[in-house]
């Protein structure tokens, strides 16, 4: 079984420029989120979507990071403008919601980001 | 929000060595999960244990929820073992999927 892909691995972007990620779940997985892993800290969720729904996007920075999942499969994380503190990894994840609880989040192997 | 602690967030031992990572909770949680890191970033799937005993090999976890901790055995510690670990609490209800993280513990394996 493939595992979760994401694309690209590394970007480096001038502030004020935009960026975008790509994430493809393992299959059959309905929940897929995206996380923001700052050096030396653990991930925190930026938004998790249901099928194609968004279930949670509580800390998405709105003024500047949108996020899709068109057709309940893949998903696009863009950043626009990025700021400095953007630079992190961004880790996609995927689960098999059973409906009784998130169940066992997969990761992807993230995309690094830097920010100059 | 609820607070995930880990300890201790360093530790550095020799190859074949035990070790033993605790996390704690401020709140019940619907489920908790253990990582580990690997030197490139990866993150994988050690545990999914809301309560009880689980073993893999030379891991196994136990999360006491009614206490609000969990914690991590690794046994004769191999170079490869090294990395970041952290667990990640759920919580039940409207938060279900949510996953909040620890800060981590950084085992260094030396040969």
């Known amino acids: 079984e493939a595992g979760v892909a994401q694309s690209p691995r590394y970007k480096i972007i001038e502030k004020r420029q935009s960026v975008a990620f790509w994430c493809n779940p393992i299959?059959?997985?309905?929940?897929l989120y995206w996380y923001q892993q700052i050096l030396g800290q653990g991930p925190k969720l930026l938004i998790q979507?249901?099928?194609?729904?968004?279930?949670?996007d509580s800390q998405l920075p709105k003024d500047r990071f949108s996020a899709e999942r068109l057709k309940g499969v893949d998903s696009t994380l863009k950043i626009q403008p990025a700021k400095l503190e953007d630079s992190a990894v961004y880790l996609c994840?995927?689960?098999?919601?059973?409906?009784?609880?998130?169940?066992?989040?997969?990761f992807g192997p993230g995309t690094r980001l830097t920010v100059l | 929000g609820i607070q995930v602690e880990q300890s201790p967030p360093d530790l550095i031992l020799q190859e074949g060595a035990n070790s033993t990572l605790r996390c704690n909770f401020s709140?019940?949680?619907?489920?908790l999960q253990w990582f580990h890191q690997n030197p490139w970033g990866q993150l994988i799937n050690l545990f999914y244990?809301?309560?009880g005993t689980k073993q893999n090999g030379r891991l196994s976890a136990t999360t006491v929820a009614t206490e609000r901790y969990s914690l991590l055995y690794i046994s004769s510690s191999q170079t490869t073992d090294s990395g970041v670990y952290f667990c990640?609490?759920?919580?039940?209800?409207?938060?279900?999927?949510?996953?909040?993280f620890g800060q981590g513990t950084i085992l260094t394996v030396h040969p």
């Open positions: 994840a995927s689960s098999w919601n059973s409906g009784g609880g998130g169940g066992t989040q997969y």
């Open positions: 299959s059959g997985h309905a929940t």
């Open positions: 979507f249901q099928n194609n729904g968004v279930v949670d």
């Open positions: 709140d019940s949680v619907n489920n």
């Open positions: 244990i809301p309560s």
């Open positions: 990640a609490v759920e919580l039940g209800g409207t938060s279900y999927g949510k996953l909040t």
